[in-house]
């Protein structure tokens, strides 16, 4: 192993070995796995491993709400015409990004990075392989930092780790002996060998010039790795977290009323000489003979400032990640409508549009090399996305007519407002251009 490429798999085992811990913690939240950080002594003593695994789980929220209004319909030429984008569209629905590019846009939402791969299959065919944020580094070039320079995939199967570095000129695969029994990531270049595969040249020659590793950041500036939609969620979540459970010991505790007796001697248990107490649960009653007994009874706590402070951390995650509050806090009055529901998501359309250049970028730039790999050459590719503004039925039909007013055709136009392919296809396979 030459000293560069050395300096290069240690740069990106070091990288990928310090961003792992983040990203775990990120997927727990996501998955709902939270830690109970706050969770007071009397917690763990009323409820022991009851609620071990409990959490008001608003961080998988904050980042479907996101991924659930980025849907990427297909590609068009900025300067006109359809060369290339019918060869785009089957490019994409052959490699079944209809539906892994909600994943890859998920990855980058939750972890902040996610990653494309593309090349060529035995057939000669593009193939993009969406990548999880765990597997996955690049190296930016420092004179220009949204060019990549390298990439490294590592991945473990079986009893070996594996590991592909990508370069401009050439494809290097490397992997640990098969007799290693560490199942934790190397740390040392040292410890990879060459991988042959029977067939196929060491290293495999990179013919297209560029690295074929495309990196989607989210929220992220030019040459630098992403930032998690959950960054400032984890701490307000943990304090929501910590909100329920305190309720929980409340309700357990002095939520029921409780009862002072006064001027009542109570029996002694012959057999034990102890006082014997007096039986007691919610419907249960007890009689006293003696008129000087006095029972009075206490109000039981008021769990609704509890409801109010829970609400109030739902609204500041809601602040912090620019999500519509109410997705995240219970109502009792009506959902948001018309102009009232595009007043209350401003900032999220304005985050899920600054998302739909970012990630339709690194679309875009996939998507090309891909077609370079089967002798399409364009430049001018855009990527379409669905518009994620709430629309009424009355708003959609009026774009409509204003797309095909001004020349389009009526499919073109169902397709500029956000329809998929098949979409388009049912509603003109059924009818014709209807009257608007």
Aim: charged residues 25%; proline residues 6%.
């Amino acid at each position: 192993m030459d000293p560069t490429t050395a300096d290069i798999i240690g740069q990106a085992l070091a990288d990928l070995k310090r961003r792992a811990p983040v990203y775990t913690l990120y997927r727990d939240y996501y998955d709902g796995d939270h830690r109970l950080t706050f969770a007071t002594r009397k917690f763990s003593n009323a409820f022991g491993n009851l609620f071990a695994a409990f959490a008001d789980n608003l961080s998988s929220t904050v980042v479907d709400a996101a991924a659930d209004r980025l849907t990427l319909t297909g590609f068009v030429r900025d300067s006109g015409g359809s060369g290339a984008v019918a060869e785009a569209m089957n490019l994409w629905r052959r490699n079944r990004m209809d539906r892994r590019a909600g994943e890859a846009h998920t990855e980058a939402l939750l972890t902040g990075d996610s990653y494309l791969i593309v090349w060529p299959n035995a057939e000669g065919k593009a193939v993009i392989q969406p990548q999880k944020a765990h597997n996955v580094t690049v190296g930016y070039d420092d004179e220009n930092p949204g060019r990549i320079i390298w990439a490294v995939k590592i991945w473990r199967v079986r009893k070996q780790w594996r590991l592909n570095l990508y370069l401009p000129d050439r494809v290097e695969k490397w992997a640990t002996p098969e007799s290693s029994q560490s199942s934790e990531m190397p740390d040392r270049a040292s410890a990879f060998q060459e991988y042959e595969i029977v067939g196929e040249a060491w290293p495999l020659p990179n013919p297209y010039g560029v690295v074929p590793v495309f990196h989607m950041a989210n929220n992220a500036g030019v040459g630098e790795f992403g930032r998690s939609e959950l960054r400032d969620v984890i701490p307000l979540q943990d304090a929501l977290n910590k909100s329920i459970a305190d309720m929980l010991v409340a309700q357990e505790f002095v939520a029921l009323p409780q009862r002072i007796i006064t001027g009542w001697e109570p029996e002694i248990d012959p057999d034990t000489g102890q006082p014997r107490s007096l039986p007691s649960s919610v419907e249960r009653w007890t009689a006293f003979a003696d008129a000087g007994v006095n029972v009075t009874q206490l109000a039981g706590a008021d769990l609704t400032q509890f409801h109010s402070t829970q609400d109030g951390f739902r609204r500041e995650i809601a602040g912090v990640s620019r999500t519509p509050a109410h997705f995240l806090v219970p109502t009792t009055g009506d959902w948001p409508s018309g102009e009232a529901l595009k007043t209350a998501e401003s900032q999220f359309i304005a985050k899920l549009q600054d998302r739909q250049v970012a990630f339709g970028n690194v679309w875009e730039d996939a998507i090309r090399f891909a077609l370079v790999i089967e002798n399409v050459t364009v430049e001018d590719l855009s990527a379409v996305w669905t518009d994620p503004t709430p629309r009424s039925e009355n708003d959609m039909v009026q774009r409509v007519k204003t797309h095909v007013d001004a020349g389009a055709a009526y499919g073109g136009a169902l397709r500029l407002v956000g329809f998929s392919d098949d979409q388009v296809k049912m509603a003109t396979d059924f009818s014709d251009t209807p009257e608007m």
